[in-house]
């Protein structure tokens, strides 16, 4: 399905996003909001609670899937919600599947595992829900699958909010660039790997604020004097970007890029996240160097061909995420094969923006969630020689010079 370009319309973001938000209250039975307390749910908060009022839906259902490796600032800002009559706030400290980019030998860790109880980075909340019906917490999942279970199918065609911006990545703008009509509003994939869709074919998830933009985000709270989290402004004081500033775990991908910022904000739950997470210590040091695939990336040798080198960067992960990495490099080469039959080189082509350079840092740095992509490298060079310097490098390997 094609990806439809960006359009200016002349209402604002925040009339628009209301609006969203009434229309997914018009259309279900029961409404939630995912929430995660950043900055962008913050947002969607208030804006479902505007619309609760107007409905006379209230309580506001919120649930919170707390982290453990987070400001204590998150916890604050939760519990203050909880003490407003219209919003009903589940806090749940539940084991889950997180990721470790810290440590390619160790690439999950498991936040609330009672095994580590000792090693926690804080203390559980008193308020904490620490069990979900169906859920073993043994066997730690994600909570995108675990979500699921929040709404068993007596409650009706279900809804829960999200937080999610199209400028935060390409992931997340194709997410709502394929449909005109509600294209903010998406089936929930299933639940636990392997089950079947149709089982939660009553629930959907709805990103109403999907068009803001940064600064749209911190416009409103200001504007309306919503509640925000704390963190925040220790991010603001030590002169992080606000583009930058995450609220989350920071031992994904990109996230761990600013994992020293917690040293800074924060020296006490930094000690602890030190020894929370295998190689949490060496990437705030060197998440931005060629150890992590920033930077300079490792060279192909003459004798070795693009795809065996590619094949001995993926081994170098923990064989859980392998499969996943390898999935993520096919999707890209299909995708170019899908717009051309040009052949990938090391220079990036002019259309997609696809390179062997690219998959390359893909397979190192092991970005399995498309946080960055080659089409969008393509987009950005399209105005500069590049037709010409892919031209150039292919007639090069022709005539084997």
């Known amino acids: 399905m094609p990806i439809r370009k960006k359009q200016s ?15 997914i209250f018009d259309l279900f039975d029961h409404v939630a909001v995912s929430f995660s307390g950043g900055k962008d749910s913050t947002v969607v908060l208030n804006v479902a609670l505007q619309v609760a009022r107007e409905r006379n839906r209230l309580p506001l259902r919120v649930f919170h899937f707390d982290e453990e490796a987070i400001p204590i600032e998150v916890e604050e800002y939760v519990q203050r919600l909880s003490q407003t009559q219209e919003i009903a706030v589940e806090h749940y400290c539940i084991p889950l599947d997180c990721r470790n980019a810290c440590d390619p030998e160790e690439p999950h860790w498991y936040c609330w595992e009672l095994a580590k109880k000792d090693l926690w980075c804080r203390p559980m909340p008193a308020e904490a829900i620490t069990q979900i019906a169906g859920y073993d917490n043994n066997v730690p999942r994600s ?6 279970l929040l709404f068993p199918p007596e409650l009706g065609r279900c809804c829960m909010l999200l ?15 394929q449909r005109t009509d509600d294209n903010y509003i998406v089936q929930h994939a299933g639940g636990f790997a392997g089950t079947s869709v149709l089982k939660y074919k ?18 409103a709270p200001a504007l309306f004097q919503w509640d925000y989290c704390k963190y925040y402004d220790l991010l603001e004081m030590t002169k992080i970007s606000r583009s930058k500033q995450r609220l989350a775990p920071p031992f994904g991908e990109e996230p761990f890029q600013r994992l020293g910022d917690f040293a800074k904000t924060n020296p006490e739950l930094w000690t602890k996240m ?38 001995q960067q993926i081994q170098t992960h923990d064989k859980a995420i392998q499969s996943q990495i390898k999935k993520r490099i096919n999707a890209e080469i299909r995708t170019h094969f899908n717009k051309t039959a040009d052949p990938i080189l090391e220079t990036a082509h002019p259309l997609t923006g696809l390179s062997w350079h690219f998959l390359l840092v893909i397979a190192v740095r092991s970005d399995t969630k498309g946080r960055k992509a080659a089409s969008v490298e393509g987009e950005k060079a399209r105005g500069a020689n590049v037709r010409k310097k892919y031209n150039a490098a292919l007639r090069a390997i022709e005539t084997g010079q």
């Open 202 to 219: 009553h629930l959907f998830k709805a990103y109403p604020i999907y068009d803001w933009n940064i600064d749209d985000v911190w416009t």
């Open 143 to 148: 909570i995108p699958e675990i979500a699921a």
């Open 9 to 23: 319309v002349s209402e604002d973001v925040f009339t628009l996003a209301v609006d969203r938000v009434r229309h």
């Open 274 to 311: 030190v020894n929370r997470v295998s190689g949490a210590n060496t990437a705030a040091l060197y998440s931005k160097t060629a150890l992590y695939g920033f930077g300079d990336v490792p060279q192909k040798p003459h004798d070795t061909g693009w795809k065996e080198f590619l094949e």
């Open 163 to 177: 937080g999610i911006r199209a400028d935060e990545s390409i992931t997340r703008y194709r997410a709502v660039a």
